[in-house]
């Protein structure tokens, strides 16, 4: 920080009204790392304080009678405030305050400013709220005495430290709150579940991770389009579970996937599939689930389009039975896609320690469940069920969530820290 001084500023008034006034006043001098100076006094405002204001800042009607008017600390305040930067969180609000003062006075007050409001706004985009206790709370700063004016000015003070060093052309516009820094060095790179907490230790959010500390690293950046999720956010834990895989499972089993829609392939009179879209009932067999009906419908005109052919574009009657059977090899084509592989396979991943081993096993076209063994693959794949630790009963979610990883498995350049192998049981 340069050798600047700067005079922190809070003040405490009988509202927000036009005809506010001043009931009392802190200010810290701030030079080179150090507080050279703190001054504190009530002031006598000459007019009745209401009782929202008395109990929220507990100064008293009789406190602020006994206290000395503002003219007579005014050469006072203004010693400790010209030639300085005037710091405060809302330089509108306090300055403009102090400067009507001055003014009523017959003086005028000109300085520096520099706004802890307009500088966050400025320095961490997104933010829910930018009031002292919303920011404090994002630094990890404690507020003694809200509402009071010394309290307030310490709190802010130390808000402008940490604005100050992001302003520093030095610093990176991304940044961590302490709090998390100190968390995110705890979590392994390992995969697994994430759990972000709160301040009273509820779970806010979870999140299934190849790497758990570089995907925290990216939730909780600063950014506008994470801002919830940081200013709540106080701990974040997270669960070895080998493959981000069983990670999902354990998520699903906290919030459970029910879908609203389902497409699924039928067949017609004539023999002719195509893909219909209905409503989802627990326990109904379909391809592709969704919880949004538009998302549902425009899936189902891209199939329609998929399965289009030119030969009957401009072309009435029915079609031949060689032309619907061609239609149909389409038509499972498609379906195929959002199949398992095989109805019955095993895949093989890392475990939660150097030499366990997880693995996730399908029987009849559904997850049958998943474990961990130290055991080698050829023992696993001999008797897969034995060691079982977690056994499924057609959980639809699961079998999205695995169908999913699957096909991302496939188009995977480096499986070295996901899924090591996919096999297929005989």
Not at 117 to 145: M, T
Not at 197 to 206: F, H
Not at 367 to 375: I, K, T
Not at 387 to 410: A, S
Request: hydrophobic residues 40%.
């Amino acid at each position: 920080m340069n050798s600047r001084r700067y005079v922190i500023c809070d003040i405490e008034a009988t509202g927000l009204h036009e005809e506010k006034e001043i009931i009392e006043i802190a200010l810290i001098t701030y030079q080179d790392g150090k507080i050279t100076d703190v001054y504190e006094t009530l002031i006598n405002p000459m007019k009745e304080v209401s009782a929202f204001i008395q109990d929220l800042t507990s100064i008293s009607q009789r406190q602020v009678s006994e206290a000395p008017k503002f003219y007579e600390v005014a050469d006072a305040i203004r010693m400790r405030l010209e030639g300085n930067v005037f710091v405060s969180h809302n330089t509108d609000f306090d300055f403009g305050l102090l400067r009507k003062k001055y003014l009523e006075m017959g003086q005028d007050l000109k300085m520096k400013h520099f706004c802890t409001l307009k500088v966050a706004q400025h320095e961490i985009p997104g933010l829910r709220n930018y009031n002292l206790d919303a920011l404090c709370s994002f630094f990890g700063i404690k507020i003694k005495q809200r509402h009071r004016a010394l309290g307030d000015a310490k709190a802010t003070l130390e808000l402008f430290k940490e604005l100050f060093q992001l302003r520093m052309k030095t610093f990176t516009k991304i940044m961590y709150l302490p709090h998390h820094e100190k968390a995110m060095k705890d979590l392994t790179t390992k995969s697994g579940l994430l759990y972000f907490k709160n301040a009273k230790g509820k779970v806010i959010y979870t999140e299934a991770a190849f790497n758990m500390q570089k995907r925290t690293r990216e939730l909780l950046e600063v950014r506008a389009d994470n801002r919830d999720l940081l200013i709540r956010t106080e701990t974040v834990e997270g669960e070895l579970t080998g493959t981000p895989l069983i990670a999902e499972f354990i998520k699903l089993a906290h919030d459970p996937y029910t879908p609203h829609w389902v497409i699924g392939l039928v067949g017609q009179a004539d023999g002719e599939k195509f893909f219909k879209l209905s409503p989802y009932k627990k326990g109904a067999q379909g391809l592709w689930f969704f919880h949004d009906f538009a998302d549902a419908k425009s899936m189902v005109k891209e199939l329609e389009r998929k399965l289009k052919s030119d030969v009957f574009l401009y072309r009435d009657g029915d079609k031949s039975k060689e032309e619907i059977l061609k239609a149909n090899l389409k038509a499972e084509h498609l379906a195929r896609q959002v199949r398992f592989p095989n109805e019955n396979l095993i895949i093989i991943g890392e475990g939660r320690s150097l030499c366990e081993k997880s693995f996730v096993l399908v029987r009849g076209d559904h997850v049958f469940g998943y474990g961990y063994s130290l055991a080698s693959e050829e023992e696993i794949e001999a008797n897969p069920e034995s060691f079982i630790t977690r056994r499924f009963f057609h959980n639809l979610g699961v079998d999205l969530t695995t169908k999913r990883y699957i096909r991302e498995l496939k188009n995977m350049r480096q499986k070295s820290d996901g899924w090591r192998s996919l096999a297929e049981v005989r």
